[in-house]
């Protein structure tokens, strides 16, 4: 069975939303407006940021920045805006670096989380190479099992994409996931679960580690 993090995403927004209110932090206040769209809200930003990203330099000037915000329908302020592109664009360039953005947003995870993340991507990822595809996945997991195959409504490699597309990009899903995109959706669901002995049992438990 693949493993369910829907309750996990469901929780995750709630508490998002909760501590939204608490918060002055403007860069905690993105976080929590990211995770408020469930695990791949910080992963859909990136898409967004990518696309307004035409010279693909994989930097955004201030105006691109804001856009891209506006874009993704992100509730900041012009001020709140600034004073977060001030803390991205450290050397003060009138450029900031998104894929550092990208990791800055990140809920922060201790080592022991994200050693069991990339546990779980290595087995998933029976070639190696970095990736996880259908290919991969027709290795690990028996696609029988699902109840849309057994009613004769998916294939199995339908199976296998809809489970890749969970790791992906609301807007972008392409059937491949990254090592970066897998730690990014972990670390969505990470930061719904308090302590590193409970994650690590989770993890454990759905990929069978």
Excluded at 76 to 87: P, S
């Amino acid at each position: 069975q693949m493993p369910g993090t829907a309750r996990h995403d469901r929780e995750m927004a709630i508490q998002a939303k909760r501590n939204l209110s608490k918060t002055t932090d403007p860069v905690e206040r993105l976080r929590l407006q990211c995770l408020a769209r469930g695990s791949a809200g910080i992963k859909g930003l990136g898409k967004v940021f990518r696309i307004m990203d035409d010279d693909n330099s994989r930097t955004l000037d201030f105006k691109e920045f804001v856009k891209g915000l506006n874009d993704y329908a992100m509730m900041i302020d012009k001020e709140e805006a600034q004073e977060i592109f001030r803390i991205f664009d450290k050397d003060g360039s009138g450029t900031i670096d998104f894929d550092e953005f990208l990791v800055t947003l990140r809920p922060p995870m201790s080592k022991a989380r994200k050693e069991i993340i990339m546990q779980a991507f290595r087995k998933l990822d029976k070639t190696g190479d970095g990736v996880i595809t259908i290919e991969d996945l027709r290795g690990v997991y028996n696609a029988k099992h699902h109840p849309k195959y057994q009613n004769g409504e998916w294939t199995e490699d339908q199976v296998f994409r809809a489970f890749l597309d969970n790791f992906d990009s609301p807007y972008d899903k392409d059937g491949k996931v990254t090592t970066e995109e897998f730690m990014n959706y972990y670390a969505g669901v990470s930061a719904s679960i308090d302590t590193d002995v409970y994650f690590i049992i989770m993890m454990k438990n759905a990929w069978k580690l």
